[in-house]
């Protein structure tokens, strides 16, 4: 498998997109509201509160909690693009010329993998520095210290957002090449976030508390997944059945 094919490909997908612009908004929003949003949030909650029992238990949890929430992006965010590089493609007749071309299919998914994985990442990524120096001026004057960097915030960025992301572009090109509709490819590609938000769940209720170590192991679990279904991707894209069969 050549990985310069593979960054060919990935190059044309990402110039795809920075022209869609109803697909580069909804990578930017979700981000930003996180970043931004649920900072301000604890904030004007915890006014008027600073130094007190209940703040320095309880916003830890809370901070924790709303960290979560960029792995969820991460499971939601490449399904729009990851949806369209395939169906999108197919339905503006500019997949073909692709597929006729020697280029192997591993190449293909790899490159379309990483066109899909590499906006949203980077957009959580931006979102995680801007949410971390929100809440670390928020918790200096409310706790006395800056909360992070931690432990916690570094297996969410370093290793769980960016396994979440590549398990939403994984299962959504396996869905859109097997499916003729951009609509269809994104709603079923968004279930992907379901076990992320049960997780998040549990972790609320104390069920699965979201420590350093319950974090790696969902990272292992996750891990182990990608490679599953990167296989399944390549031993179920049938290139003959989607030049000669799509209409």
């Known amino acids: 498998m050549r990985l310069s094919q593979a960054w060919i490909i990935a190059s044309k997908d990402i110039d795809i997109f920075r022209k869609k612009k109803s697909i580069f908004y909804s990578v930017i929003i979700f981000p930003l509201f996180v970043s931004v949003g649920l900072p301000m949030l604890i904030y004007v909650l915890s006014a ?10 309880g916003l830890p949890v809370v ?3 709303f960290a979560f929430f960029f792995i969820i992006g991460a499971s939601t965010l490449p399904t729009a693009i990851a949806s369209y590089t395939i169906v999108g493609e197919k339905q503006e007749q500019s997949l ?3 597929l006729a071309t020697p280029t192997i299919d591993s190449e293909i998914l790899l490159g379309k993998c990483i066109g899909a994985l590499l906006p949203p990442l980077v957009a959580i990524w931006i979102g995680g520095v801007i949410f971390m120096g929100l809440i670390d001026a928020f918790t200096f004057r409310l706790l006395g210290y800056p909360y992070f960097p931690n432990p916690v915030m570094a297996v969410i960025m370093l290793l769980l957002v960016p396994l979440a992301a590549i398990t939403a572009v994984e299962a959504s090109v396996i869905i859109s090449a097997r499916v003729s509709d951009v609509r269809t490819a994104q709603q079923l590609g968004s279930l992907i976030v379901i076990p992320f938000a049960l997780v998040y769940v549990l972790g609320e209720i104390n069920v699965f508390p979201l420590t ?10 996750i891990l182990v997944a990608d490679r599953a279904l990167f296989s399944l991707a390549v031993s179920t894209f049938r290139r003959e059945e989607i030049l000669t069969r799509w209409k």
């Open 96 to 98: 073909e010329p692709l």
């Open 63 to 65: 901070i924790d909690a």
């Open 212 to 221: 350093v170590l319950h974090l790696l192991i969902i990272a292992l679990i």
């Open 48 to 57: 008027g509160s600073a130094g007190t029992a209940d703040v320095q238990s």
